[in-house]
């Protein structure tokens, strides 16, 4: 479906080039963001317990703890201990409190979240595969090297 912005959010009005950009980027953003739901969906799991998976899986089957996943996430905004309490509840993760320093607590990706978060990887990569076949690699490399020129300041 190719919609430009301005049809998209019904203005005639034309848009300075950095809004028109902006409001551009934050649809793609929620396009994105409904179709990545819609593939966790059958996981009951959101995108942001996606990615604590995906955080611990690259530990290296080294536990984490609550800083490093805040650190290391992609939306800063989530609160990273209720998503690993649901996390446990589903049985993909679990917490250990260190005998000796009882505020060190450490998260580690269980057998059964190896397999679910494998399961998922499949349907998020065919769901990004879906969101991206309108570009061919080149066109990727080059929007990558665009978006990287956006700093992000106050990180």
């Not at 994105?32 to 604590?52: M, Y």
């Not at 446990?88 to 260190?98: E, P």
């Not at 969101?131 to 978006?147: G, H, Q, V």
Request: hydrophobic content about 40%; charged content about 25%.
């Amino acid at each position: 479906m190719n919609m430009n912005v301005e049809e998209r959010i019904k203005t005639t009005a034309t848009l300075p080039p950095e809004r028109r950009t902006i409001i551009h980027l934050m649809l793609v953003n929620n396009h994105i963001q409904d179709i990545l739901v819609q593939a966790l969906k059958p996981f009951d799991v959101s995108i942001q317990q996606f990615n604590v998976l995906r955080i611990l899986r690259g530990q290296k089957g080294e536990p984490a703890n609550l800083s490093t996943l805040n650190d290391r996430m992609v939306s800063r905004m989530s609160n990273t201990t209720r998503l690993v309490d649901k996390l446990i509840l589903k049985g993909f993760t679990a917490r250990n409190t260190c005998p000796e320093n009882r505020r060190k607590v450490e998260i580690r990706l269980t057998n059964e979240g190896i397999s679910a978060l494998n399961k998922m990887d499949c349907a998020v990569e065919q769901a990004e595969k879906e969101l991206m076949s309108a570009l061919d690699p080149e066109e990727l490399i080059a929007l990558n090297k665009l978006l990287d020129q956006i700093t992000f300041k106050n990180d």
